[in-house]
């Protein structure tokens, strides 16, 4: 029952505990017409869970949730309740947000809210070498474009060349959004994912239904004729962001594992002739290549982020074998080599097969973010496997 929500609607400005979840806060604010402004893309995690690890989605501004965070009340080792926020403890704001959970016990959250607005739906497809260059001219300063992702295919006869670029364009509706829906073709997804785990065949027809069928079952408010005829696709904010991501549910007795890369914007493309010759080396069962956009970080302690960057978004599939393991292991190694190579960095909350030479490569602020723990919680009572295996 920690999830009580108070809203101040005249500032936009959430008060939320942070055991409440974002589907539980969209399905509240999609009843006062506004919506989340930044999470990841599922929306099955708590509040806290999201601060603690900084987490970024399909809303490219602002991408990670920092900037949307006024203030948090935390608990500290002693019991102590302090707030912090850009001006009051600093630098416990700046540690705790992407802290990993390491400082405290973050109790509530003041965090802006937006409008829920109507978007028209498009998808447009281009070659990985020029999505930098598509991005600046569509994207990047065209404050119309609300939401955005993109799709490397890992469709044989395309394999990590062609990108569904997805964005969504701020439009004019006449009268009331229609509210929230759950999910739906969850069991038509959860087929489609779980064939393309099979091999290259299924990741082509996979490829193929998102281009040709995937259009026609998006959940769409309306399908309106544009002047030219073709059919646009509208949706709302609140809508696009709801995603539990529930076709990923399934008995198969294998795992699925997620990996995150940041990526300078310029050097895009060669992470992914790199991410291509790895994987295929390697022989991992690539599944997934989502590309998110994520904006310099001046407000954390531990920046992903050193500059404007594409996120890349890998999803991987695994059985449940040492064999499997280690190929994910040398894998998941040698991208990390591959990212910091090109002034990159990668997201610390999954696997820890880095070395601490990586780790203090990609995070030179690794050693004092530590040392600001220890400043915070001199007795180690916030612990986990990250901080036992880098900290102590």
């Avoid at 936009?12 to 990841?40: H, P, R, S």
């Avoid at 806290?48 to 948090?72: C, E, M, R, Y």
């Avoid at 003041?110 to 598509?134: A, G, M, W």
């Avoid at 294998?254 to 992470?271: G, R, S, V, W």
Wanted: net charge neutral.
């Amino acid at each position: 029952n920690f999830n009580q929500i108070k809203l101040d609607k005249e500032h936009k400005i959430l008060n939320t505990q942070t055991g409440a979840t974002w589907a539980y806060i969209q399905q509240f604010l999609d009843k006062e017409g506004l919506a989340v402004k930044a999470m990841q893309s599922i929306n099955i995690f708590t509040v806290g869970g999201t601060l603690s690890v900084n987490a970024h989605g399909i809303a490219h501004n602002p991408g990670p949730i920092a900037p949307t965070v006024k203030s948090f009340r935390i608990m500290l080792s002693n019991g102590e309740i302090k707030t912090a926020s850009p001006s009051e403890n600093p630098e416990l704001f700046k540690s705790a947000l992407g802290g990993y959970g390491l400082f405290g016990v973050i109790l509530d959250a003041n965090i802006e809210v937006v409008d829920n607005e109507l978007y028209e739906y498009k998808t447009e497809y281009v070659s990985y070498k020029d999505f930098p260059e598509y991005y600046k001219k569509n994207i990047e300063n065209n404050d119309q474009v609300r939401l955005t992702y993109s799709r490397i295919s890992v469709s044989p006869n395309s394999y990590l060349t062609e990108t569904a670029v997805h964005t969504y364009i701020k439009t004019k509706f006449d009268g009331a959004i229609p509210a929230l829906k759950p999910d739906e073709h969850n069991w038509l997804n959860r087929l489609v994912i779980n064939f393309s785990k099979t091999g290259s065949f299924g990741r082509w027809i996979r490829w193929v239904l998102e281009k040709n069928v995937e259009p026609s079952l998006h959940t769409c408010i309306s399908r309106n004729q544009a002047m030219s005829q073709k059919e646009v696709c509208l949706v709302s904010r609140n809508q696009e962001m709801y995603d539990s991501m529930g076709y990923l549910k399934n008995k198969l007795k294998d795992t699925d594992i997620l990996q995150e890369y940041f990526i300078p914007q310029e050097k895009m493309p060669d992470f992914v002739d790199g991410l291509r010759n790895i994987a295929k080396q390697n022989g991992a069962n690539l599944l997934n290549v989502t590309i998110r956009i994520v904006h310099k970080d001046t407000i954390t302690a531990l920046p992903y982020a050193k500059e404007d960057m594409f996120a890349f978004v890998l999803y991987f599939n695994q059985k449940l074998n040492e064999k499997e393991s280690k190929i994910l292991q040398k894998t998941t190694t040698d991208l990390i080599d591959l990212a910091t190579g090109l002034n990159g960095t990668y997201y610390l909350p999954y696997q820890l097969y880095y070395s601490e030479k990586q780790l203090h490569k990609a995070y030179p602020e690794i050693d004092s973010f530590f040392a600001t723990k220890r400043k915070y919680d001199p007795t180690e009572l916030f612990d986990n496997k990250f901080y036992e295996k880098y900290g102590k």
